[in-house]
């Protein structure tokens, strides 16, 4: 897929990485990231569900990031996927460079309402390193798509996501799931987040997603962590 095209590449990659939070600066020479979902085997096989873990990786199936969830059994039983919780990402020294928090809302979750109040969208944040806000990202409301703005610091759009109509998952659903990485506008893609087709087999007996992250060494560093969140 062709993506727009920026200019002053070389210029602005080197002011990125010149301002990009310590220890991600790894992320500004990437145009493809995998996110893959560790498989617990007490999840599979007595459907007790555990605090997710993931692997990051590049193109090349190297692994340069860590991420696990951090969430109380309780939350994780009685709320599934709508559950709030703490994902701390570290890097191959063990250092942590992300966090991530979303609050529980017991009414969010359908894109349909998520447009009414702030009680019925989903939000995630995220500081890098722990402790610096660097921007958020906010469900919007929706009839037919999920929706979502990235916001910056300072509470600006700076990308949007959109995803399709439809999200075909599950064992018998061979396809993967496209989510649309556009400028603030809405006008231009700029990239996307792929869900993939893990399988028949480990789609019938597991919940362990993987996603592909790609857009052009451009895109802002800032942006690419917000989307690391979205594929958690």
């Keep these: 897929m062709n993506f727009t095209s920026i200019t002053h590449e070389p210029n602005m ?10 220890g991600l600066e790894y992320l500004t020479y990437l145009d493809k990231i995998k996110v893959e979902q560790l498989v617990s085997l007490t ?9 997710n873990k993931y692997v990051l990786r ?21 709320c599934t996927n709508q559950r709030g919780f703490t994902v701390h990402v ?34 995630v944040r995220v ?22 703005d990235i916001l910056d610091e300072s509470g600006d759009t700076i990308l949007k996501i959109e995803g ?7 064992p018998c659903c061979p ?17 996307n987040l792929t869900k993939e087709y893990a399988g028949f087999v480990k789609e019938m007996v597991t919940v362990s997603d993987k996603f592909t992250i790609s857009c052009k060494k451009i895109f802002f560093i800032s942006g690419k962590m917000h989307c690391l969140k979205v594929s958690y």
């Design 175 to 191: 396809c993967d799931n496209e989510f649309k990485l556009l400028t603030a506008d809405g006008m231009n893609q700029i990239g």
């Design 58 to 78: 590049n193109a090349n199936d190297e692994q340069f990031l860590y991420a696990f969830e951090e969430t109380d059994t309780c939350m994780r039983i009685c």
């Design 164 to 170: 399709p109509c439809c999200i075909w998952d599950g």
């Design 43 to 51: 999840e599979a096989f007595i459907g007790f569900e555990r605090n």
């Design 13 to 22: 990659l080197s002011n990125q990485r010149t301002s990009c939070p310590p």
């Design 90 to 123: 570290v890097d191959n020294m063990k250092q942590e460079v992300m966090l991530i928090t979303r609050e529980f809302k017991c009414c969010a979750g359908c894109c349909w309402f998520a447009g009414c109040c702030l009680g019925c969208a989903f939000e």
């Design 127 to 148: 500081e890098a390193p722990p402790g610096n806000f660097i921007g958020s990202i906010k469900q919007k409301g929706s009839f037919w798509k999920a929706s979502y």
